[in-house]
């Protein structure tokens, strides 16, 4: 299986709140990423947690980390059109080179 | 500082055709990336390099070449390109310096090969 499993699709409503699930394997992972990419660009950071955290929260973004059962989330409240994009999760294992892992991207569609 | 910069833009390429997507960062960082983004299908990491002269292949290498003679330069080559090519290609950087590091990526390129 993949190392950062993260669901394809999340559609929601314009003003609802948007979760964004993602699952990692390597227990090892210190920082845990989120990109945000819009469309017909390159990646950009959201935010991120660090592995000794639970929550991180920042304006309308909140980061939850489970660390237990390797799952991470980003919830939007109040998610606007301009955050319809693919948002992507990341790890950053520990020791060696750094080679983050990426997610597949979950596409998230607001409606008006 | 104008991050990470990538040329061309686009490019349609004939099969059998070869070419250098540029790739150049103004930050001193010393790891540089490539990447492919096929739909639906992520992030595919070709090669990396964690400081001038030194490169390494990633997930899918085959039908790439990099070199790295410089810290801010970081150019992929395509030899006999194949249709299996055509992708959107991203170039990244970071600082690695162990603890936070934040991956600045390019604008990409688009690549269709016919």
């Known amino acids: 299986g993949e190392d950062v499993e993260q669901s394809l699709f999340l559609s929601v409503r314009e003003g609802d709140s948007s979760v964004i699930n993602c699952t990692y394997t390597d227990s090892s992972s210190t920082y845990l990423y989120w990109y945000k990419q819009e469309p017909g660009a390159g990646l950009q950071l959201l935010t991120y947690i660090f592995s000794n955290m639970d929550m991180k929260q920042d304006q309308r973004l909140t980061v939850l980390l489970n660390k237990k059962d390797k799952h991470l989330s980003l919830r939007i409240a109040d998610t606007q059109t301009g955050d319809s994009a693919i948002y992507f999760c990341a790890e950053n294992r520990q020791g060696g080179s750094y080679i983050p892992t990426f997610g597949r991207g979950t596409s998230l569609i607001v409606h008006p | 500082n104008a991050g990470v910069t990538q040329t061309p833009k686009f490019r349609i390429l004939k099969i059998g055709q070869s070419m250098t997507l540029q790739c150049t960062q103004d930050?001193?960082?010393?790891?540089m990336y490539w990447y492919r983004q096929d739909p639906g299908m992520g992030l595919k990491l070709i090669y990396y390099?964690?400081?001038?002269?030194?490169?390494d292949k990633g997930e899918v290498p085959n039908g790439y070449n990099v070199s790295r003679s410089t810290t801010e330069d970081f150019p992929l080559r395509l030899e006999l390109a194949a249709p299996s090519q055509t992708s959107v290609y991203f170039c990244a950087s970071v600082k690695g310096r162990g603890g936070y590091n934040e991956q600045f990526f390019g604008p990409g390129t688009r690549l269709t090969v016919l």
């Open positions: 930050m001193n960082h010393n790891y």
């Open positions: 390099s964690v400081g001038a002269g030194i490169t």
